[in-house]
């Protein structure tokens, strides 16, 4: 890649022109910018913004690490983040593990090494001492929806207990009775602390509501589809009526079993997801779900990250923000009809 020198040479300046014409082009004589400019395009000279930064002892950029980048949710983060990040003249650069905790480490260091300000980082599973490594170099971390309960680190969260909780409770105020809880294994926090909220909305209903737990291996489609062929029977037998997902995704598979089953949504089963994932609303019945609060946990977390840079270590108190989840209501749990007054 072509350097300064290069074009410093190619134009007949001097170097300090050419960083003029970079940094402050208005001190620079109209005929000599045009003559520098135009050694900056035939050369195809790009300048290194990060090489200055570190120079300068500083940088415009923070990290943002997401578990799965195909889930609204952290797209929704990523936005919050870049806009806030828009207004103040900085950049969000954003990687996306895969949901593999080796990537997610892998990741992490990158963006130790290519030394962003900050790092603001959505796991699914602890990463404590992959955290607490990079808070060691230097490097301010910001926990998105996921509670450490270290009190070391700011944290922006969803109550996920609360979405379980209005899942559970929207299905038992139509008149659902007998429901299911459709979810991965408790080691993802998120999964466990849903888990809880309906377990705690049952429990209210005092008796009246049963409950069973169906575990799945993943939260993906597949783990959907399997679940649902075991519901099947349960639904057709006046033994289920009600269906919560962890996430939209299953929910989505969970429907599209039923269909080919010829199990009615939601006249004999009512069905809804939990996380208001974008790639699940596009099926033959718009799904009920949990609005997650995305672009506010991406803005308020970048807002935190950059009050602990500029505070430093020693002047910088760790907080918790907590979001509120909100009910959206859609026709896979009460109906096209119904749905349509929601609007």
Known sequence: MPSISDVARHAGVALGT????LNHPAKVAPATLEKVQKAIAELGFVRNSNAQQLAAGRSRSVGLVVIDISNSLFVDIARGAQRHAAELGMNVLVA????????????????????????????????????????RHGRPTVMLN?????????????????????????????????????????????VALRRRGVRRAVAEAGGRVTLEEVPTENLD????????????????????????????????????????????????????????????????????SVQMQGLDMGREGL?????????????????????????????????????LTQL
């Not at 007998?178 to 998120?190: C, E, I, M, T, W």
């Not at 807002?303 to 907590?322: F, K, N």
């Open 18 to 21: 050419v960083s003029n014409v």
């Open 96 to 135: 996306n593990s895969d949901n593999r905790i080796d990537q997610q480490r892998a990741d992490l260091d990158f963006f130790d090494e290519a030394r962003v300000s900050g790092i603001l980082l959505a796991p699914m599973e602890d990463a404590s001492e992959d955290v607490a490594r990079i808070r």
């Open 146 to 190: 996921y509670d450490t309960g270290r009190g070391d680190c700011c944290q922006v969260l969803v109550d996920n207990e609360e979405v379980g909780y209005l899942a559970a409770r929207h299905l038992i105020d139509i008149g659902r009775t007998s429901l299911a809880f459709v979810g991965g294994r408790d080691y993802l926090q998120p």
């Open 221 to 288: 489609p597949p783990g959907g589809l399997r679940a649902a062929e075991g519901l099947v029977a349960k639904v057709r037998g006046g033994r289920l009526d009600g269906v919560i997902a962890v996430t939209d995704l299953l929910a989505m598979a969970i429907i599209q079993v039923f269909g080919a089953q010829g199990v009615d949504v939601p006249g004999d089963v009512a069905v809804m997801g939990c996380d208001h994932n974008s790639a699940a609303w596009g099926g033959m019945i718009p799904l009920t």
């Open 303 to 339: 807002r935190l990250l950059l009050a602990e840079i500029a505070a430093g270590p020693v002047g910088h108190e760790h907080v918790t923000t907590v979001l509120r989840p909100e009910l959206v209501v859609r026709e896979s749990t009460v109906g096209r009809a119904a749905a």
